[in-house]
T-cell receptor, first 112, second 116 residues
Framework: DQQVKQNSPSLSVQEGRISILNCDYT??????FLWYKKYPAEGPTFLISISSIKDKNEDGRFTVFLNKSAKHLSLHIVPSQPGDSAVYFC???????????FGTGTRLKVLA | GAGVSQSPSNKVTEKGKDVELRCDPI?????LYWYRQSLGQGLEFLIY????????KSGLPSDRFSAERTGGSVSTLTIQRTQQEDSAVYLC??????????????FGEGSWLTVV
């Protein structure tokens, strides 16, 4: 049972344009969400988080949107840069346990 | 160091041998996680330690896998009688639970395990 799903395994975007990465979850108890970026042969690095009391959180070029009714969140990267090329994972947990479940990842390629 | 430290960074072992992977979390972090990523797959939850509570072992794939956390700090993941399907990168993460900044988990670089 995949509780956190990233249905797009890959995405290619032109440099300077917007990248939109999507994530869906099934567990209505999830109320805290994280996005990570992972380069090959490195551990994932934290990008941005959002709790269910918000529907948007912004940090520089990165914005995460949360639609609780649809159990959907998205990460927007504007403008996209070649250095953003990596695999992006979303993760979800409930604030009672903080047991994070990760999606399968989306490989983003930003074309120069 | 300031980050999560894992050792060994790479391990090649023969099928049937036991391996131990070590994780040194960020100092003061009360929560510690183990995940693994097989080739082409996502991050699979294995086990979660939180303070003095009983660990959540629900992600361990078989009884060949076990983990302990001594003194609330260093953790060891042990895989007994390794199989080729155990080949993966094993990632450890830690978190300072509680408070406004305590919900982010920080990963180590991973231990790459190859079973031949």
């Amino acid at each position: 049972d995949q509780q956190v799903k990233q249905n797009s395994p890959s995405l290619s975007v032109q440099e300077g344009r917007i990248s939109i990465l999507n994530c869906d979850y099934t567990n209505s108890m999830f109320d805290y969400f994280l996005w990570y970026k992972k380069y090959p042969a490195e551990g994932p690095t934290f990008l941005i988080s959002i709790s269910s009391i918000k529907d948007k959180n912004e940090d520089g070029r990165f914005t995460v949107f949360l639609n609780k009714s649809a159990k959907h969140l998205s990460l927007h990267i504007v403008p996209s840069q070649p250095g953003d090329s990596a695999v992006y994972f979303c993760a979800a947990s409930d604030s009672g346990t903080y047991k994070y479940i990760f999606g399968t990842g989306t490989r983003l390629k930003v074309l120069a | 160091g300031a980050g999560v430290s894992q050792s060994p960074s790479n391990k090649v072992t023969e099928k049937g041998k036991d391996v131990e992977l070590r994780c040194d979390p960020i100092s003061g972090h009360t929560a510690l996680y183990w995940y693994r990523q097989s080739l082409g797959q996502g991050l699979e939850f294995l086990i979660y330690f939180q303070g003095n509570s009983a660990p959540d072992k629900s992600g361990l794939p078989s009884d060949r896998f076990s983990a302990e956390r001594t003194g609330g700090s260093v953790s060891t993941l042990t895989i007994q009688r390794t199989q080729q399907e155990d080949s993966a990168v094993y990632l450890c993460a830690s978190s300072l639970m509680g408070g406004n900044s305590g919900n982010t988990i920080y990963f180590g670089e991973g231990s790459w395990l190859t079973v031949v």
